[in-house]
């Protein structure tokens, strides 16, 4: 924080109480771990159990209370810096987007997606998906890219993941208190609360608009729990990914095209309409039929400009990521929309199919997307080639390589998951370094850092997490009934001086969280060696209709369950952003071994990288383009097998063995102070070569130049390969 800050003397009039309730109303605060500090020392016990959540900690004050709280704890400078520090932020436009935005000033970017993951307090977001959308946003907010972003408010998000007696995942959805949620209703010119109308064949929905701040960026949320609405339309927003396929197919009707008429009751016309994933398809044809509407143009003709005006993004390989919706709940739910374009069944059917006369083929929103888009992409090198495998069919008269899919890379928001304590032995130690910086030279000051210095703060990390794992694993067996040593034991549970790995995503078949365990005396070998033990922490949930990702969750926490491995195997039940947070700051190294090439990119190693971890892992997605040789470890060498039983043999004992000979002995490799030199070395490499690379800041700048400032109408640069 610069010292202008500090040293302003306006007198804003307001209270203690007055200010931490303004921050708390942009979610700015959860990424300002000063901030963050101020509503923790408020009452740390309240703040954890309240989920983090600041706007109902402050509601369990009375302002006069708080103030006395506040005086006790002489924090009131604190949050005067803070307050002051907030102001100034959401006032200015910062430098770079008035040189690199421009245009999108007064046009901005519409950024539709169906997940939002910005903090653990708002449970809007499943994984990766949302968590990307979430540091996106994060991004443009701090860079100044004009952006507003479009979703669907869940009151009962996705679930709360518990694990039995059994072993086996429990879902539970929990109500959100919306009064505890940052929300303002959006309001139109006039100052009225909108409410937006999305017509079907079955009668219309209705949806409120709620705002919230996240830094300078507006997101806007639908929310379709009205009384105007049917019961049935009602739950029809109250969770993510519940449901069949047709409250599915609503759901993108009501993100998409009621997304695009929220943004005009709002006022807004986009210049860009960026689609996070094909789940938002359909916004595209909501702006056609306006364009159609407002300038009496043609369908194709206004497909065209939209067009123009679109970037795709697409983010999975697996066949299953994709939605396919049959004709018949097409022409139940979509007749109204594809009416108003001057279109019937079948030439709308069309639109979502690769070969348009196949009766047979179902509507795919992947392939509505790209065909309404100009700027398409995946989301790392490797797979933009998969990508372009996949749907080279769109484009008949081309080759493979021809297909106009390019890719950038995901990136990941740097304040978001930088521990403090690294922050500030970087703002220490590295004289150019701020966390926004994407420069590569800058990055590299770390190797001046003192090494020393180093591996404290990642060992004090190390215990932090320690610490989080045992209160949650003793918290999960006190809940199902454990024994009294069974509860004493997870005391002792994790050694500080072990090999520490970490393995958190989704439980998705291909992800194979299994591969480490496939090989039970080999593992047992190396996790038990007494000289130079191995631990390893998995957290993940499978999807509620994913009986195979449940099988590998349960076959995790048997693992963990045989006193052979009970203090050195830990799974952490209900993976989410906040137990995202504590692995990537703690652990040694990240693991990652999913089936090649199904990993479109993957960023919690990215979120690693930052604290010094050091990935180990499948070279597939970012890893693919990201590893050197000398910036971490991977596994194989990027070939597979057509028997994905062999190529799971063959990466599991790659995996061990890479274990065995290069991971171990150079973490256990200590000079006479008891540093591990080498691996240390490997950490500031991780961080000066990757750091930069794989920072959203580096990926927001890539859309903007890439796929923003052309679909604006601004230079066009090609996308790359
Ligand atoms: C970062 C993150 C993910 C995505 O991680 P992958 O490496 O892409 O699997 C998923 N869930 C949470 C909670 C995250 O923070």
């Not at 006790?72 to 520090?85: E, F, G, K, P, Q």
């Not at 008269?397 to 297909?403: H, L, S, V, Y």
Request: with cysteine; proline share 4%.
């Amino acid at each position: 924080m610069t010292n202008d800050i500090l040293n302003q003397t306006v007198d804003t009039g307001l209270t203690a109480y007055q200010k931490c309730v303004e921050i708390a109303h942009n979610l700015w605060w959860s990424w300002h771990p000063d901030v963050v500090e101020i509503f923790r020392l408020v009452n740390p016990q309240r703040w954890r159990e309240l989920g983090h959540n600041p706007i109902a900690l402050l509601r369990e004050y009375k302002p006069e209370e708080f103030e006395q709280v506040i005086t006790d704890l002489a924090i009131h400078t604190r949050i005067n810096v803070a307050y002051r520090h907030f102001k100034k932020y959401v006032g200015e436009r910062p430098l770079w987007a008035r040189q690199h935005a421009g245009v999108l000033a007064s046009r901005p970017v519409a950024y539709f997606s169906l997940e939002f993951g910005i903090h653990e307090s708002m449970p809007i977001y499943s994984g990766g998906l949302g968590v990307l959308a979430g540091d996106h946003v994060k991004s443009c907010s701090g860079m100044g890219v004009p952006l507003v972003a479009v979703g669907l408010f869940y009151d009962k998000g996705y679930f709360n993941q518990q694990i039995d007696a059994n072993g086996n995942q429990v879902e539970n959805y929990v109500d959100t208190d919306v009064a505890n949620l940052p929300f303002e209703p959006a309001l139109d010119k006039n100052g009225n609360k909108i409410t937006i109308e999305v017509n079907t064949k079955s009668g219309p929905i209705y949806a409120r608009v709620r705002r919230i701040r996240v830094g300078r960026v507006d997101l806007y949320l639908l929310d379709a729990d009205l009384e105007e609405n049917t019961a049935e339309n009602r739950e029809l927003t109250s969770t993510l990914y519940g449901g069949d396929q047709k409250r599915r197919i609503l759901q993108e009707l009501l993100c998409g095209v009621g997304g695009v008429r929220a943004l005009t009751a709002l006022g807004i016309t986009p210049g860009v309409y960026h689609l996070n994933e094909g789940h938002n398809s359909f916004a595209t044809l909501e702006a056609v039929r306006q364009k159609m509407v407002k300038s009496g143009m043609s369908f194709e003709a206004a497909t065209r400009d939209v067009a123009q005006q679109t970037v795709f993004t697409t983010h999975t390989p697996v066949a299953a990521g994709h939605d396919y919706f049959e004709k018949s709940l097409v022409e139940q739910y979509l007749e109204p929309l594809y009416k108003a374009l001057g279109l019937d069944l079948d030439s709308f059917m069309a639109l979502g199919r690769k070969n348009p006369k196949d009766d047979d083929e179902k509507f795919c929103m992947t392939i509505l997307g790209m065909k309404l888009s100009r700027y398409a992409n995946a989301v790392s090198s490797l797979h933009g080639v998969v990508t372009r495998r996949m749907w080279k069919g769109l484009w008949p008269d081309k080759r493979e390589e021809e297909a106009p899919i390019g890719h950038i890379t995901n990136g990941v928001h740097v304040p978001t998951w930088m521990a403090p304590q690294i922050k500030s032995l970087f703002e220490r130690s590295m004289p150019g370094w701020s966390e926004e910086s994407i420069d590569p030279t800058i990055w590299s000051e770390v190797y001046d850092i003192d090494s020393g210095d180093l591996w404290e703060t990642h060992c004090a990390l190390k215990n932090r997490l320690f610490d989080f794992a045992r209160r949650r694993v003793g918290r999960q067996l006190t809940r199902i009934g454990a024994s009294a040593e069974a509860i004493e034991e997870a005391k002792h549970i994790l050694d500080p001086n072990a090999l520490t790995i970490g393995f958190a995503r989704r439980f998705a078949e291909y992800k194979r969280a299994f591969l480490v365990v496939q090989d039970e005396e080999k593992f047992d070998q190396l996790v038990n060696n007494p000289d130079r033990p191995v631990q390893f922490i998995f957290a993940g949930k499978a999807h509620p209709a994913d009986n195979i990702g449940k099988d590998v969750i349960s076959r995790i926490v048997r693992v963990q369950r045989n006193p052979k491995f009970s203090r050195r195997v830990i799974f952490l039940e209900d993976y989410d952003i906040n137990v995202a947070r504590h692995l990537v700051q703690g652990v040694d190294v990240w693991l990652n071994n999913p089936r090649r090439p199904q990993e479109a990119s993957g960023t919690s190693g990215q979120k690693a990288v930052l604290n010094g971890a050091l990935n180990f892992s499948i070279l597939d997605g970012w890893w693919a383009e990201a590893y050197d040789g000398s910036n971490g470890f991977a596994i194989g060498d990027g070939s597979t097998h057509v028997d994905s039983r062999v190529t799971d043999k063959r990466d599991g004992d790659a995996l061990l063995d890479v274990l065995e000979h290069q991971v171990i002995p150079t973490y256990y490799d200590r000079n006479e102070h008891g540093l591990p030199i080498k691996w240390i070395r490997l950490m500031k490499n991780s961080i000066a070569t990757l750091a930069w690379r794989f920072s959203s800041h580096r990926m927001v700048a890539d859309y903007v130049q890439y796929a923003y400032m052309p679909a604006a109408g601004g230079l066009s640069v090609k996308m790359p390969r």
